[in-house]
């Protein structure tokens, strides 16, 4: 039973981080506006968008039954999500991709950091190895650039800082974008409505600028829903697996069709990037199996005394 729901679930899941590789293709057609606008249009469409369909299933209630914490979680990984939003697409429409791939792989060690840092949790060799590989790439790349990678590490960061606020949220998928969304629309509205009167706006420049800002609500809530239904069906080892690919396809649309400069310098801090993962993951799929062991054992010596 549990096989016959993984195989749909790992369709699912590869789709959600497959349409998420994608996205420098379509918000680098979003170069004719600035990147806070595109937040701001992203922020009230995807919430119509998600309000819409919390309507049809009849659920749009639920939002009443909020608590006063959970809207103060909300508000933070709103902020977050913003924030992680607003640089990927000035790092896309910049011509920074690669530096957006580099974030989101190296999002996981900055997760385990953030760990160690917030929440004191003890980590094993391979782990600190893990981290140590990371760092040891950061400084790497920082010499390349002349600069910090500030794109990718503020990518990095903000996700992680979404992830862990959004792991303490009672909250569904729908939810809890539905949450985010209304925290953050008076700001949104109030900044596109800004641009209109100052006459700065794109959105109203013409019908194609119009339906690309409208388009992202969709495009921003279509792979979550894939996401969110693999995250119910595969086991997070596999999930864990599976998210590479979403940097593995924007690194390769920045330098095969944005064409991005990368020296041999930029290739060996990727690479101990990759290392880095490699050993993370591996420890991550070691431990999972030893646990499901130690489970299985448990369960047998169970049914023996029993």
Not at 128 to 148: E, F, H, M, Q, S
Not at 169 to 179: E, N, Q, T
Not at 269 to 290: D, E
């Amino acid at each position: 039973m549990q096989r016959s729901r993984s195989i749909p679930g790992v369709a699912f899941g590869t789709s959600a981080f497959f349409l998420w590789g994608l996205f420098p293709a379509f918000f680098g057609l979003l170069a004719f506006a600035g990147a806070a606008e595109v937040v701001a249009q992203r922020i009230l469409w995807t919430l119509l968008v998600v309000l819409a369909v919390l309507l049809v299933s009849g659920r749009l209630r639920e939002l009443r039954g909020i608590g006063a914490r959970t809207w103060r979680l909300a508000a933070v990984a709103s902020a977050a999500i913003a924030l992680n939003w607003g640089v990927y697409v000035y790092g896309v429409i910049s011509g920074h991709v690669v530096e957006c791939a580099l974030g989101y792989f190296i999002n996981p060690l900055v997760t385990v950091a953030f760990g160690v840092l917030i929440f004191r949790e003890r980590l094993a060799r391979a782990q600190w190895a893990a981290l140590g590989l990371g760092a040891a790439a950061v400084a790497v790349l920082t010499v390349d650039y002349g600069r910090p990678p500030v794109i990718a590490l503020v990518l990095a960061c903000s996700f992680a800082t979404y992830g862990l606020v959004k792991k303490v949220v009672p909250l569904d998928a729908l939810r809890g974008i539905a949450a985010e969304g209304v925290v953050a629309a008076p700001f949104a509205l109030l900044f596109v409505i800004g641009l209109a009167v100052t006459g700065r706006s794109e959105f109203g420049s013409s019908p194609g600028h119009a339906a690309l800002m409208i388009a992202t609500g969709p495009v921003t809530l279509i792979p979550l829903l894939l996401f969110s239904v693999a995250a119910q069906r595969v086991p997070l080892s596999t999930m864990g697996l599976l998210q590479y690919l979403t940097p593995a396809l924007q690194l390769a649309w920045g330098v095969a069709i944005a064409h991005e400069p990368m020296p041999a310098s930029r290739w060996a801090g990727f690479a101990l990037i990759w290392a880095a993962l490699a050993i993370f993951t591996a420890h991550a799929l070691l431990r999972a199996r030893r646990t499901h062991l130690d489970a299985r054992s448990t369960a047998a010596a169970g049914s023996e005394r029993g």
